[in-house]
C-alpha cells in the first residue's frame, strides 16, 4: 500500500497570511502532483514534480518535491479567498495515482 | 489543460436500477482512464483502472459486477453500477491519462440511489 499521509487536515486563515501543508510518506514515487478540487466539482492539477529536490512556482503557490521523492509541501504566500478548497496530493507509481488524506483550506476575508 | 467530461453531472434513481456513467476525453487520446469515488469530505478512492480495448483492472474490495466499466474507444469509459442500493450513493469521478505521470480529471457524478 502506498500511503500518503497530508498535515494539517484543515486549516482556516485569514486573507494575507502564509501557509504551508505537507505530503508525507514512506514510499519513493516517481512523480507527485498537487490539485485542488472545489466542492461538487473534480480535481484541478496544479502542478506535477518529478525529480527529487524540484521546486515549482505558480503565482503564490510553491511546490517542493523532497529529495528522496517521498514527500512535498506546498507553499501558498498571501493566501487569498479564492485559494479556499480541497488541496490534494497525489503519488504515482505502478501506472496508478495514489491520493493522500488531503487539506481542507478556507481563507477568510 | 486538458478537458474531461462526464455525463450525467447528477442522478437521482430507485434502488435496484442501474445507472451508467460516461466519462470523454475530448482533445487527446486516452488508452488509460480511471474511475473514483469520493465521499463527503474525503479524499478520493480509486475503484478501478479502465484499459482500452481490455478488462479493467479493479481495486480490492471494489466488486467488478457491481461497478462495470467498458472502455471502447480511446475517448470514452463508462461505469455501470448495477442493481444501485442507497450505500452507493456518492460522487463518482473519472480520470483521464494523457501521458505516463499526468491524469485530468471530469467534473464528476454525483449519484443518489433512493
Known amino acids: 500500500t502506498q500511503l500518503l499521509e497530508q498535515s494539517p487536515q484543515f486549516l482556516s486563515i485569514q486573507e494575507g497570511e502564509n501557509l504551508t501543508v505537507y505530503c508525507n510518506s514512506s514510499?519513493?514515487?516517481?512523480?507527485l502532483q498537487w490539485y485542488r478540487q472545489e466542492p461538487g466539482e473534480g480535481p484541478v492539477l496544479l502542478v506535477t514534480?518529478?525529480?527529487?529536490?524540484e521546486v515549482k512556482k505558480l503565482k503564490r503557490l510553491t511546490f517542493q518535491f523532497g529529495d528522496a521523492r517521498k514527500d512535498s509541501s506546498l507553499h501558498i504566500t498571501a493566501a487569498q479567498p479564492g485559494d479556499t478548497g480541497l488541496y490534494l496530493c497525489?503519488?504515482?507509481?505502478?501506472?496508478?495515482?495514489?491520493f493522500g488524506s488531503g487539506t481542507k483550506l478556507n481563507v477568510k476575508p | 489543460g486538458a478537458v474531461v467530461s462526464q455525463h450525467p453531472s447528477w442522478v437521482i434513481c430507485k434502488s435496484g436500477t442501474s445507472v451508467k456513467i460516461e466519462c470523454r476525453s475530448l482533445?487527446?487520446?486516452?488508452?488509460?482512464m480511471f474511475w473514483y469515488r469520493q465521499f463527503p469530505k474525503q479524499s478520493l478512492m480509486l475503484m478501478a483502472t479502465?484499459?482500452?480495448?481490455?478488462?479493467?483492472?479493479?481495486e480490492q474490495g471494489v466488486e467488478k459486477d457491481k461497478f462495470l466499466i467498458n472502455h471502447a474507444s480511446l475517448t470514452l469509459s463508462t461505469l455501470t453500477v448495477t442493481s444501485a442500493h442507497p450505500e452507493d450513493s456518492s460522487f463518482y469521478i473519472c480520470?483521464?491519462?494523457?501521458?505516463?505521470?499526468?491524469?485530468?480529471f471530469g467534473p464528476g457524478t454525483r449519484l443518489l440511489v433512493l
Open positions: 480520470s483521464a491519462r494523457r501521458n505516463q505521470e499526468t491524469q485530468y
Open positions: 514510499s519513493v514515487f516517481s512523480s
Open positions: 514534480v518529478v525529480t527529487g529536490g
Open positions: 497525489a503519488g504515482y507509481n505502478f501506472n496508478k495515482f495514489y
Open positions: 482533445d487527446f487520446q486516452a488508452t488509460t
Open positions: 479502465s484499459n482500452e480495448g481490455s478488462k479493467a483492472t479493479y
